[in-house]
């Protein structure tokens, strides 16, 4: 990376009182992209050039996300970073998504770390034969199959209409008809062996 030939000043308007927070950036990226807030702000707009497009990304994700929070338009984040509209929306888009799945992930986490604190806390006397306990275990390890996507596949019960039934006869009375058809007009009434005399 190197600074590009500017004069610190961004052309399309300039830096637009951004409050840029380090930490911020840090839990936006996982400490993927190894720069400070401001140096991403920097690589976002293209005052400092980067050979990186994963870093030019993420800085473009990070400064249309901050931007956006703090009230700024689409259009205005679009003018700032140099991109199409649609463009700057979808930075904005991919940033909230990504935050909400790390805010499922963790708020599932910490319901696993509850329910195995509870198994923990019933498990000796399930083990020693006590039914409640061994129930309250045991509806837990199912909540936690749920959570881990691992539930054994429900069982779905068929019911068939009187209806239904009588159209499923009727096809296979025709399906009867026309093989008995066939084999009389074979002269066969049975399957045809290759080699059978």
Known sequence: MRNADHDG???AGGNPGLDLDEGEADALFDGAVPLDAETLYKIAIGDLECDAPEIMRAARRF????????????????????????TAYGYVADTIKKLIRE????????????????????????????T????????????????????????????????????????????FAALGHEATNS???GPTVPGAT
């Open 9 to 11: 000043s961004n052309e």
């Open 63 to 86: 400064v249309a996300f901050t931007m956006r929070r703090q009230g700024h338009g689409y259009r205005e984040i679009a003018v700032i970073l140099k991109v199409s509209l649609s």
């Open 103 to 130: 805010e499922v992930d963790q708020v599932r986490q910490i319901q696993i770390d509850r329910i195995n604190a509870l198994i923990v806390g019933y498990w000796d006397k399930a083990e020693a034969g006590d």
């Open 132 to 175: 409640f306990s061994a129930n309250v275990v045991l509806q837990l390890m199912s909540r936690l199959d749920t959570y881990y996507g691992i539930e054994p596949p429900k069982r779905v019960e068929h019911t068939f209409t009187g209806e239904a039934v009588d159209d499923a006869r009727r096809e296979l009375a025709k399906v």
């Open 187 to 189: 002269g066969s009434l």
